[in-house]
């Protein structure tokens, strides 16, 4: 598949559903289910083959198999036979040492994959193992010269960057997407239990963009987010407000966390099938589920759904049958603002977003994300974004006019 046909069809997709998702996958299973679920596009990556072992995605980073070698083996024997409408990305490890990327890159290609993406990458490391491997030149710039042969080839290029310095190369090397990669994903069993808060993982990727908006170039990537604080629909949702990306890479969110809790409940249901102690197990087992509620999840998709209503944070809590100043900590230890402060920015962020859309009163842009006094919401706008309502809105009528001509 072209690397023009793709980004095409990826731009249809981004304005008939309004985002994209990429799915790494490490089983034709994962691959072809994601791709009949919507996928728009899917990443063959060594850590996706790991996790189809029980283990982390961190095992995608240990000597333990060549990661080239293995990709290059369920790919092309298990993906891309089963996938037949989205494009297949290679996840390449540019630092190998034992490649000729030139000639590799053809061989990616004639196995069917649609382009390439950066992984396993350096950018994940850091400390003095990530100074040695630099001075070693096992540096990112290899991953950047990567992405760029492989747009030279027309092969289309997901790029993973973590900072903004990061993405300016890979716009440059032509990357088709840039994805800001927020680390290994929470949730789970087997997930990372030290992540970014969701006020870190959007500031980062605001970052990202941001940086790629200052670069001049004929056309844009997309822009896209991975792993770190989003494992759920309502955490990309989120995402998607507070950063403007176009969409959302997962893997671990897509094969690992669903498997893992369908597995657990179906063996759990077969094991106690005609027991005569069902009931007081089942029991015991919903209270665990209880005692293990995603209360912060939510808060999310409450205030996801009410946001242009009156919200109070103790008539949350009460709803959600926990104390006030718990569900606060816990809130805020998870998604790093206080309760006050997320509303405020999903509903500024919502703002901006009806504006957007075309010549609407600022007093019913107000109204509808939850504000009846405007002075207030200008107040609060201003001190998010820098400026008034009316003068963004006056930054964005050259453009409304030019989209209508």
Request: glycine share 8%.
């Amino acid at each position: 598949m072209n690397k023009l046909v793709i980004i095409e069809q990826l731009e249809k997709q981004l304005a008939l559903e309004g985002h994209l998702i990429g799915v790494a996958a490490g089983s034709g299973m994962t691959a072809k289910y994601a791709e009949r679920g919507g996928a728009d596009f899917i990443l063959a990556l060594s850590s996706g083959r790991y996790r189809q072992m029980g283990v982390s995605s961190l095992a995608g980073f240990m000597p333990f198999k060549n990661s080239n070698e293995l990709v290059m083996e369920f790919g092309s024997q298990e993906i891309i036979p089963v996938v037949r409408r989205v494009p297949v990305v290679f996840g390449l490890c540019a630092t190998d040492v034992t490649l000729h990327l030139d000639s590799y890159l053809d061989l990616i290609e004639a196995h069917g994959f649609a382009g390439i993406n950066n992984y396993p990458t350096i950018g994940m490391m850091d400390g003095q193992y990530r100074e040695a491997l630099e001075e070693a030149g096992l540096s990112f710039d290899k991953e950047v010269e990567a992405i760029r042969l492989a747009s030279e080839k027309q092969l289309f290029t997901v790029a993973f960057v973590f900072n903004a310095e990061q993405a300016k190369k890979m716009l440059h090397a032509g990357a088709d997407v840039i994805c800001a990669h927020l680390g290994f994903t929470k949730g789970g069993v087997l997930g990372a239990k030290k992540v970014l808060s969701l006020k870190e993982g959007a500031l980062l990727a605001r970052e990202v963009f941001a940086a790629c908006e200052e670069q001049t170039r004929a056309k844009q990537p997309f822009y896209m987010v991975y792993g770190g604080p989003i494992s759920t629909p309502i955490d990309v949702k989120t995402m998607y407000s507070l950063t403007g990306a176009h969409g959302y890479i997962g893997g671990s969110s897509f094969e690992r966390i669903p498997v893992e809790d369908t597995i657990v409940k179906t063996a759990f249901d077969f094991k106690r099938a005609g027991v005569s102690s069902q009931d007081g197990d089942l029991k015991r087992h919903m209270e665990e589920l209880r005692q293990h509620y995603d209360y912060v999840s939510f808060v999310k998709e409450y205030v996801a759904e009410h946001y242009h209503e009156d919200i109070t944070f103790s008539e949350i809590a009460r709803l959600a049958h926990v104390s006030r100043t718990y569900l606060s900590a816990l809130f805020k230890k998870e998604v790093g603002y206080p309760f006050s402060a997320y509303l405020t920015e999903i509903r500024m962020s919502k703002a901006k977003e009806c504006m957007q859309e075309g010549h609407v009163k600022l007093a019913d842009v107000a109204s509808l994300v939850g504000y009846n006094d405007y002075v207030h919401f200008s107040k609060m706008f201003k001190k998010q974004f820098g400026l008034s309502p009316r003068a963004y809105q006056q930054q964005l009528e050259p453009k409304q006019e030019q989209d209508e001509a």
